[in-house]
């Protein structure tokens, strides 16, 4: 049977407040049944210029702040706090697990061992963070390939095959935008990295920012036909943000699943991943039963019967 992981990614949909962060936690272990509970860490004087940092969020009706620094680093969880909401996965039966967008804060979720760390999109070009966790984390290091070329994309493998980490690497298909059209996922692209690189990396997983969870399911079976038909790119993963409430303040919450969302998603993969299989006999049991009610058979219609030319 195909098994696909499921990461929640909370990011950075707690607002700020650690109580929101617990039940996000607990609601996508309890209710949901995802596997992942992903955050985001970020320093923002190291990540952002003066300017940047200074300027006016682009989008004020989602500011948490009077500048985009600002906003960030009321959105901002310390490394202390990372630890408690690592503690709260480990007590809800989740793993936790979060996204470093710079070296300081990998530097920092390094510190808690997770079983993995994820690179997002906009950072999968910064080498020296990238070094730095091949040199000094020991588990699974997961990139996104939104707004990344082909040749920035071979680039990233060889640089994991140089520091002998490519088999400790996730490689996910994902088109960056939030939320985006059903046209721009591009789900095939999922076979491309499969085909590419199936036999140089871990495995391959699926980053989405789409409405609604079918894409989702057809994004699985995608990676599971694509895994049999190259033997080899094992398609593990699917990550989809989520809520408690789409329609909060924030970047991320309108391309966010809701609990409902999310536990129908967790369902429908497990129940379609169940499906993805051939026949082990001709006759499968739940079908003699039916086969002997039901069939048109010889022996049942005797005389009945006309040869048909």
């Not at 088109?175 to 690189?197: H, R």
């Not at 997983?205 to 399911?217: E, Q, T, W």
């Not at 699985?220 to 909060?248: N, P």
């Not at 039963?289 to 040869?307: C, F, P, S, Y």
Request: contains cysteine; negative net charge; hydrophobic residues 35%.
């Amino acid at each position: 049977m195909v098994e696909v992981k499921v990461i929640a990614e909370i990011g950075c949909n707690h607002k700020g407040d650690m109580d929101i962060a617990k039940e996000l936690i607990q609601v996508a272990s309890k209710i949901c049944g995802a596997d992942v509970a992903k955050f985001q860490k970020r320093h923002n004087r190291e990540l952002l210029t003066a300017e940047e940092y200074s300027t006016p969020h682009p989008v004020p009706e989602n500011a948490y702040g009077a500048t985009y620094g600002e906003h960030r680093e009321y959105l901002e969880l310390s490394v202390g706090q990372h630890k408690e909401l690592q503690e709260e996965c480990r007590l809800a039966g989740i793993d936790y697990s979060t996204s470093v967008w710079d070296l300081t804060s990998a530097q920092e979720i390094v510190s808690l061992k997770p079983n993995l760390i994820k690179l997002p999109s906009a950072t999968n070009q910064h080498f020296v963070l990238q070094e730095y966790l091949c040199k000094n984390y020991d588990g699974e290091i997961h990139v996104s390939t939104g707004m990344t070329t082909r040749d920035e994309i071979e680039k990233v493998i060889a640089f994991y095959e140089k520091h002998g980490r490519a088999k400790d690497l996730v490689v996910y298909a994902c088109t960056s935008g939030y939320p985006v059209a059903f046209e721009d996922l591009c789900l095939m692209e999922i076979n491309t990295l499969q085909e590419k690189y199936g036999d140089r990396v871990k495995s391959i997983g699926f980053s989405g920012h789409h409405l609604g969870i079918s894409a989702d399911v057809a994004a699985m079976a995608i990676g599971a036909v694509g895994y049999e038909r190259y033997g080899k790119g094992k398609f593990e993963y699917i990550e989809r943000h989520f809520t408690l409430d789409r329609t909060w303040k924030g970047t991320d919450h309108a391309a966010s699943l809701e609990p409902d969302g999310l536990r129908r998603m967790c369902r429908d993969l497990r129940n379609v991943a169940k499906a993805l299989e051939y026949k082990q006999s001709d006759l499968l049991d739940v079908e003699l039963v039916q086969r002997d009610k039901l069939k048109w058979r010889e022996e049942k219609h005797g005389a009945n019967i006309r040869e048909v030319s």
